[in-house]
């Protein structure tokens, strides 16, 4: 069992930047990839970005967001991270952190254990 708490969350405006966190328990946190989703109401949970293991390997959705979010780890503090940079109104959402496995059965992600989520809101 793994224990996912994210925080970080808030309201920020168009340009702006955000850090989230994920702070893990129970489970040896270096035997998990990671990864972060966001949900929009209406809209399916996607995959934002995801981490191996060791933190060798990266996984981003797509260019919307490539370039503009780093995600990275540090398996000494059992802590993912998401940086966020040049926010847009369109990364509102809710943000879940997940461990899981990278790259499973063809899907970029595929998760066992969900964190309870953190809102962000950017204004334009």
């Known amino acids: 069992q793994v224990q996912l708490v994210e925080s970080g969350g808030g309201l920020v405006q168009a340009g702006g930047s955000l850090r989230l966190s994920c702070a893990a328990s129970g489970r040896t946190f270096s035997s998990y990839a990671m990864g972060w989703f966001r949900h929009t109401p209406g809209k399916d949970r996607e995959v934002v970005a995801a981490?191996?293991?060791?933190?060798?390997?990266?996984?981003y959705k797509d260019s919307s967001v490539k370039g503009r979010f780093t995600v990275s780890r540090d398996n000494a503090k059992n802590t993912l991270y998401l940086q966020m940079n040049s926010l847009k109104p369109e990364d509102t959402a809710v943000y879940y952190c997940?461990?899981?496995?990278?790259?499973?059965?063809?899907?970029?992600?595929?998760?066992?254990?969900w964190g309870q989520g953190t809102q962000v809101t950017v204004s334009s």
């Open positions: 981490i191996s293991e060791s933190g060798s390997s990266t996984y």
């Open positions: 997940a461990a899981g496995r990278l790259w499973y059965r063809g899907t970029p992600f595929a998760s066992d254990y």
